[in-house]
């Protein structure tokens, strides 16, 4: 009776620390570009084999697309044992940030704002304005829709910053990513309608209407005004669940912050630029970025 009895103490054991967590959750880059099949099974291959060495499980990882995908599967009997993405799924899932990408993203919302004189002219700053102007474009924003990814971290900064009257997420999918936003807007603005796009910082200093078309043709004489988000945010990183190993949580953190690399895969797989640094951030700064983000404590 004994035996049987340590057999069946063991046997829950085991099957506790089994079912704990299982594989991982993984905001696939190439899913948010809109890119097909291949380029976003091989960026989960990527990713499955750097991985792989750390102890972390890989026995299933699952692409997701938006928060709400992580919010169902860390409530489940057996949920993942990390989450790689940016910061918006990332602390949504309530893991522990081991490893993060401190390189900064800047955010902004590119305003296609009145009728101008210039055909496909560049962007100018709102602070290059004179002050009653800028004040004046502030308070259109207010009542302009602008349009930016599902959970995509430059979205999230704007929304914190209540910039725009409306903000449209759009949902990315095969062959309608981050690249599609300017023609969703471009589509949106009327003469007498503004339009906004949130993107990165420098892609909106760079943006011009030159390749883009509308509803009204005289979109390429919209002015295009930049508005910066307030604060900035980390990029992709791994998050792993409280009841890891140490050691496992250890060496998935050493993968990370001793990266050196210029395969084009790999950096595309990880959502890392030519220049980047993974590093654990304090709980000052979690509590710094969930504030920025507007995700609460």
């Keep these: 009776m004994k035996k049987l009895l340590l057999a069946g103490l063991l046997f829950c054991n085991l099957a506790a620390h089994a079912q704990s967590c299982e594989g991982g959750l993984y905001l696939n880059p190439q899913v948010i570009r809109g890119e097909g099949s291949s380029q976003t099974e091989s960026a989960l291959r990527e990713l499955i084999e750097f991985v792989k060495p750390t102890g972390l499980s890989v026995s299933t990882v699952i692409n997701i697309r938006e928060t709400q995908d992580v919010l169902t599967a860390v409530k489940k009997a057996v949920p993942p044992c990390w989450v790689y993405g940016n910061p918006v799924v990332g602390l949504a899932s309530g893991y522990r940030p081991v490893a993060i990408n401190v390189d900064p993203i800047q955010s902004a ?172 951030p304090p709980d000052s700064a979690v509590q710094a970025m969930k504030k920025s983000l507007a995700t609460g404590s």
């Design 109 to 280: 919302v590119l305003i296609l704002a009145d009728i101008g004189t210039v055909k496909d002219g560049k962007p100018v700053d709102l602070k290059s304005l004179p002050p009653e102007q800028q004040a004046k474009v502030l308070a259109k924003l207010k009542t302009t829709s602008c349009f930016g990814m599902k959970s995509g971290v430059t979205t999230s900064l704007v929304k914190a910053d209540n910039f725009c009257g409306t903000v449209v997420e759009v949902m990315p999918q095969q062959g309608l990513g981050q690249s599609y936003l300017p023609t969703k807007a471009a589509f949106h603005w009327q003469a007498d309608r503004w339009a906004g796009l949130i993107t990165r910082l420098q892609s909106a200093q760079a943006a011009t209407m030159k390749n883009h078309h509308g509803t009204d043709e005289r979109i390429h004489m919209a002015q295009l005004v930049v508005v910066p988000a307030t604060n900035a945010s980390w990029g992709y990183g791994i998050y792993v669940h409280p009841n890891a190993p140490a050691d496992v949580v250890k060496k998935a953190t050493t993968q990370f912050t001793s990266l050196k690399t210029s395969s084009p895969m790999l950096l595309k797989a990880l959502d890392l630029g030519a220049k980047y640094e993974f590093a654990t």
